[in-house]
């Protein structure tokens, strides 16, 4: 119950194309749901976060589309480009975890072909 | 700038011998984490700390230790109990006392087996 199930876990798309990548949970305890991203060599860095109680969230190119019924969750990445290609990891939290742990997915591997 | 230091950036162990990564932040967060990367693994929580002298282990403690005598450092030991030690580890820090703060992280350490 406690997992995130992350898919793909590879993805190769063209340059100016859309990237789409899936998470998925049971724990409906869940309220706090950050995309980190990864480049080689260094650590991960919050990308873009939402909350169950929206069901969008965009900034710039980058946007989390969020469905609390099918406890989904996915981050989209519009007109993709070279420098996007890293490794993209979802999680989620409880706010009742007093130990503020995150639940990691498996991480999606991107690569956006020039 | 404010941010987290791991150190070193490369480490290699011998057979039998214990290594030190060290990851010291200027954040002022009350909360510091170590985290395991392996391929196609994702992260994986060692121990973590929300104050000082206190720790817990978290999913994969066995063959690690750490200490937390300051605010702004957490060392993990990597003893020699730990078989199969060649990852890239990661060290985090944040907030407490505020639900779902993001976590914000080092650049690593890749540690390998001589």
């Known amino acids: 119950q406690q997992q995130v199930k992350q898919s793909p876990q590879s993805l190769i798309v063209q340059k100016g194309g859309i990237s789409i990548i899936n998470c998925a949970y049971e724990n409906t305890a869940f309220d706090y749901f950050p995309w980190y991203q990864q480049f080689p060599g260094k650590g991960p860095a919050l990308l873009i976060a939402?909350?169950?109680d929206v069901s969008e969230k965009k900034e710039g190119r980058f946007t989390i589309s969020f469905n609390k019924s099918a406890k989904q969750f996915s981050l989209h990445i519009m007109d993709s480009q070279p420098g996007d290609s890293a490794t993209y990891f979802c999680?989620?939290?409880?706010?009742?975890?007093?130990?503020?742990?995150?639940?990691w997915g498996a991480g999606t591997k991107l690569i956006i072909k020039p | 700038d404010g941010g987290i230091t791991q150190s070193p950036k490369y480490l290699f162990r011998k057979e039998g011998q214990n290594v030190t990564l060290s990851c010291e932040q200027n954040?002022?967060?009350?909360?510091m984490y170590w985290y395991r990367q392996d391929p196609g693994q994702g992260l994986r929580l060692i121990y973590y700390s929300q104050i000082v002298n206190d720790f817990q282990k978290g999913d994969i403690a066995e063959g690690y230790s750490v200490s937390r005598e300051k605010k702004e450092s957490f060392p993990l030991t990597v003893t020699s109990a730990q078989k199969n030690p060649t990852a890239f580890y990661l060290c985090a820090s944040s907030i407490v006392g505020k639900s779902n703060q993001p976590q914000h992280f080092g650049d690593g350490t890749r540690l390998s087996i001589l």
């Open positions: 939402i909350r169950p």
């Open positions: 999680a989620a939290s409880m706010s009742m975890d007093s130990n503020y742990q995150l639940i």
């Open positions: 954040l002022n967060h009350d909360a």
